[in-house]
């Protein structure tokens, strides 16, 4: 490893435990919340649906859940991944996402303490903000500022 990347690397070590000792938040935690917060997902009537009839094996999945927000929510940098990329197909808009976010924030603020539900909350809104735009936009559809994407279809599943 050379010697700049050492620096990076101990920046990230740096920043991951500063936001740990912070917020309390730990791989621990992200795991407990995962679980949890798909727990809640796969038995939703409005967005269990899509995710059920896409994933068969929930393990790799939860998996990568939790590498990926090991990366959000500490900045380990444990996810490689394109989520976009994987979001862009499915058959969402506007309500899922709420839904989505619904469903995070009552699994956030039942698991962690205020100060680690907020931290997970601002990026959850970022993340759920950014697919929808991306959604809307492979769509065709190109959202102003504050709107929100409706798809045109009479039902979605």
């Known amino acids: 490893m050379s010697e ?4 990076a690397a101990e920046r990230r ?3 991951t435990n500063a936001i740990r000792a912070e917020t309390g938040i730990d791989e621990e935690l992200i ?3 995962v679980d949890e917060f798909y727990t809640r997902v796969r038995d939703d009537e409005l967005i269990g649906p899509i995710f059920n009839t896409r994933i068969a094996d929930w393990g790799p999945h939860l998996r990568q859940m939790k590498a990926f927000w090991s990366s959000v929510a500490l900045m380990s ?3 490689h991944g ?3 990329r994987k979001h862009l197909p499915l058959p969402v808009d506007a309500q899922h996402f709420d839904r989505w976010l619904q469903l995070f924030e009552a699994t956030v603020n039942d698991l962690c303490t205020p100060n ?3 931290h997970f909350m601002e990026r959850a809104r970022r993340i759920a903000e950014s697919l929808e735009l991306g959604i809307a936009g492979a769509n065709g559809v190109m959202l102003a500022k504050g709107a929100r ?3 045109v279809e009479s039902s979605v599943s």
């Open 4 to 7: 700049s990347a050492m620096a």
């Open 13 to 15: 070590a740096q920043i």
């Open 31 to 33: 795991a407990r919340v």
């Open 77 to 79: 940098g444990e996810y």
């Open 82 to 84: 394109q989520p976009m």
């Open 116 to 118: 680690a539900a907020e």
């Open 149 to 151: 994407f409706k798809r």
